[in-house]
Structure formats: C-alpha cells, structure tokens
C-alpha cells in the first residue's frame, strides 16, 4: 500500500475525491469508465518513484459526487472537470496516462490546449473508432441497462467480478481488493453502476457521435504513446497502427 490519504476539492459543483503521492513532475492517471483511482491501485508505488502521481476519482465514480450517467453532458462533466483540476492543483507540464473513457477525456483535454501537457500515453482510448462491438449494443438501451444493473450485474461480488471478467482477457488481474471496493461504490449509490456509463456511451451500431475523435488526430502536437490489448475489440490493434501512423509523433504499442 501507500502512505497517503485521499484528499477532496470541489470543482464545478462537484466533491473531487483524489490521491497524490511520489516526487517528481506530475504524472496525472484517468481511469477508465467509471472504475475510480482505484484501478490504479497496483501502479502507485512504480509510478511514484519518478513522479508525483495524481489520481481522481471522476464524477459518478468512486467517492467523488454522484451524477446521472445516463443524462450527463460529457465534455461538461468529465473534461471541464479535469481540466479545472490541474488548474487548480497547478500541474505544470503534465504526463497524462489514462484508459479507455479516460484516454477520451485527456485527448480532449490535448485538444483544448488549455493546460500545458507534456505527453500522453493512452491505454485502449475510446473515441477513435465508432464501430459499437455486437456484446455492448443491447445496453444502448437505458430500460436494459438498468435491468441489467440489478439483476445479472447487480452489487454483489460474484455479480459484479462476473462484469469485470467480461471485459477483460486476463481475468486473474481482478482480485478481490478491487472488486469489493466497486461493490461499495455501487451499493452507496446505484447510479454508480459502471453499466450506466456504458449505456451513455453506446449506440445500437456506433458509439455516440459525441465520443468520435479520430478525425482531430492531426491536431495533437505532443508526444502521444497508445497501448492497445491485443483482444480490444473497441480500438483494434490493426486499425490503431493504421491511424496513428499518420501522425509524426505518435507510437503504437501492444
């Protein structure tokens, strides 16, 4: 473990529970959906040799304030949000690594040049592709996402390391830790269930047009490193080598 408590900042209305530790230049982690910092909990310490790393819990995730997922205005919510963070924190000449949903959001933080980012290294980034994989289209549905959520998916930890196995391909990097401490999030507030988040997410055929970011590539103009999984079937890793190659400072990783 870590020896550091997590700390709270009220931005946009928002309580923002986070955690920094280490010394260095900052190192700023986004998770992805609405999983909390505590995805991360397994980096700290290698991470913090070399930086001071931050991780937030975003809105709706973790024990940051709630929100409804299913009505949330993305770019409001998730990007001012982060943005507004390291402003606040005054993170100079930040390294953003951040998954999926988070790879969306610090790409958008790139793209609006409002803070000084220094590189970005993306691990399965949401947004370059909009093909929606046939397993996810069904929780398009609202009416079907919450049923889901308190039923096959609902707050218990059979139930809920059930969800994480399906989205992953190694299944023994879910350890219990991880998934008691979802559990507790879902169970204080249901509107936390990360199945929610897919839902505003997804399309029948197609993510929502709000997430399609593949056509502002070219505008980035930092060092960009995107780790793909060799199973991800939302950012393929054929087609990711593809459209990273066209921008000059970019590397594509597997």
């Not at 190192?27 to 959906?33: C, D, M, N």
């Not at 399906?166 to 879902?186: G, H, R, T």
């Not at 897919?198 to 780790?227: C, H, Q, T």
Request: charged share 25%; hydrophobic share 45%.
């Amino acid at each position: 473990g870590i020896d550091s408590q997590p700390k709270q900042i009220v931005i946009n209305a928002y309580v923002i529970n986070y955690i920094d530790y280490g010394q260095g230049p900052p190192l700023l982690l986004l998770h992805g959906l609405n999983f909390g910092w505590g995805q991360w909990y397994k980096n700290f310490l290698d991470l913090s040799k070399k930086h001071t790393v931050y991780a937030i819990d975003l809105p709706g995730s973790g024990w940051s304030s709630k929100v409804d997922f299913f009505n949330v205005n993305l770019e409001r919510t998730f990007v001012d949000t982060v943005e507004m963070f390291i402003q606040k924190l005054n993170l100079k000449s930040t390294t953003i690594v951040a998954h999926s949903f988070g790879g969306w959001i610090a790409f958008k933080i790139a793209l609006n040049k409002r803070n000084e980012i220094k590189k970005m290294l993306l691990i399965n980034p949401m947004g370059f592709f909009r093909d929606m994989p046939m397993e996810y289209r069904l929780v398009a549905s609202k009416s079907i996402a919450n049923l889901l959520g308190k039923t096959v998916f609902r707050p218990s930890s059979d139930k809920i390391r059930k969800f994480l196995e399906s989205s992953v391909a190694d299944k023994s990097c879910i350890d219990d830790e991880f998934v008691d401490y979802l559990v507790a999030m879902i169970k204080e507030d249901q509107r936390s269930h990360p199945i929610h988040l897919i839902s505003r997410l997804a399309g029948f055929f197609y993510i929502d047009e709000e997430l399609d970011i593949g056509s502002l590539l070219a505008e980035i103009k930092i060092p960009l490193f995107i780790v793909i999984g060799e199973y991800d079937k939302m950012t393929p890793y054929e087609k990711a080598e593809r459209l990273f190659s066209k921008v000059a400072d970019a590397e594509v990783y597997t």
